[in-house]
């Protein structure tokens, strides 16, 4: 682990692979003809069969991406104090009475991707020995997996992510994952560096214009679907349960 001037807490990411865009729905029940206790509905061979089909249509495979140079990532969100220092300003809305704690503990949000990108030079100016950038969403996701291959079961999704509550919290406060982030999933939606492809699933090769750009990890308000390293979203979201997290180049 590594810590700026700033006190910003950095993990260092090896490199790897991983498969991004592998879906697959679940499939019905196999047992047809049997009836739901609930609704009588009925499964008949012919439902069923075009049920396994939309399935098997809908399901991909998805495509190997392989991360090839190790980085720092954030081990946090960018706080509300960490902004306030590079920035000078706050644009958070959970601060003062909107919060009962420490709102310099929380995660900054309120900021679009060009808001990010304004913090991104001050601080590179006021860090001149290291290189400072938004992830791309391989990178987020892949340091969010933190090695696993399946999707986050949901009773890990509550365990590790803020979600469900009427504000941000305090980072660092659940569980980290496999690798020491924090709050990959839940308080806020991250930017990331891509553009948007106005797709389900992210593409191999990022497009190089868009209209807006990725948004990574669902918020405190999100659904449960969407708190999982695969969501592929775009901004610019509420803009109160939107923040980000910084890589640092490694030398």
Do not use: C
Not at 2 to 31: C, D, H, T, W
Not at 155 to 162: D, R
Not at 201 to 212: H, L, W
């Amino acid at each position: 682990m590594y810590a700026n001037p700033i006190g910003m807490e950095f993990v260092l990411i090896q490199p790897g692979s991983m498969v991004v865009g592998r879906f697959q729905p679940p499939y019905p029940k196999p047992q047809a003809d049997v009836a739901s206790k609930k609704t009588g509905v009925q499964w008949n061979t012919k439902d069923y069969d075009l049920a396994e089909k939309m399935v098997k249509q809908d399901a991909t495979s998805g495509f190997t991406v392989k991360i090839t140079r190790p980085y720092y990532i954030g081990k946090f969100e960018v706080t509300q104090a960490q902004w306030k220092k590079v920035m000078g300003t706050n644009l958070a809305t959970f601060q003062g009475d909107k919060v009962k704690d420490e709102a310099d503990l929380h995660p900054v949000e309120q900021v679009t991707w060009q808001d990010t990108q304004k913090f991104l030079a001050k601080l590179n100016a006021l860090d001149k020995s290291h290189h400072y950038r938004l992830p791309t969403e391989f990178e987020w996701e892949y340091a969010a997996r933190a090695g696993a291959n399946d999707d986050i079961p949901w009773k890990t999704i509550w365990a590790s992510a803020q979600m469900g509550s009427t504000t941000t919290a305090k980072v660092g406060q659940k569980t980290p994952n496999a690798w020491g982030l924090y709050d990959t999933l839940g308080n806020v939606w991250e930017w990331v560096q891509d553009f948007y492809n106005e797709k389900l699933f992210a593409d191999p090769n990022p497009p190089r214009t868009g209209n807006q750009h990725v948004l990574k990890g669902a918020s405190f308000v999100g659904d449960v679907k969407n708190a999982t390293y695969m969501a592929h979203a775009a901004g610019p979201g509420n803009g109160w349960d939107v923040g980000f997290r910084v890589v640092m180049e490694v030398k």
